[in-house]
């Protein structure tokens, strides 16, 4: 007897693991609660494992998906760059660490820089 699920079909793409769906229609996903953390914002600058570059990720916001994807578009005209949101984080291209700080500070977060 094996464990292992298909990841991915030639026919919708990568499929979720959870409940073996599209990726676009899966039902566990959207199931899946936001972290709860202690509500202090962590801003950081990450480069491992993205090939040398350099990405800002802003950590502790306990939104669901759809307001953490408003708040990384208005931080991403912000900053001028792209970005995305992955697994309640929102990862910024480049170093905009000070920035965003004083970004999340403004919008009345309370903010941590984290790390280095």
């Not at 040398?52 to 307001?67: I, M, N, P, W, Y």
Request: hydrophobic share 25%.
């Amino acid at each position: 007897m094996t464990n292992s699920r298909p990841v991915y079909s030639s026919d919708q793409g990568r499929l979720c693991p959870g409940c073996g769906k599209a990726r676009n229609a899966c039902v566990c996903r959207k199931q899946e609660k936001p972290p709860v953390g202690d509500g202090i914002v962590r801003v950081q600058r990450e480069t491992k494992g993205r090939g040398g570059k350099t990405v800002t990720v802003v950590r502790g916001l306990s939104f669901d998906e759809d307001q953490l994807k408003v708040l990384a578009g208005e931080l991403k005209k912000r900053c001028g760059t792209g970005g995305t949101v992955r697994d309640w984080t929102i990862e910024i291209q480049g170093d905009h660490a000070d920035l965003l700080v004083a970004e999340l500070t403004r919008r009345g977060y309370k903010t941590k820089r984290a790390g280095g």
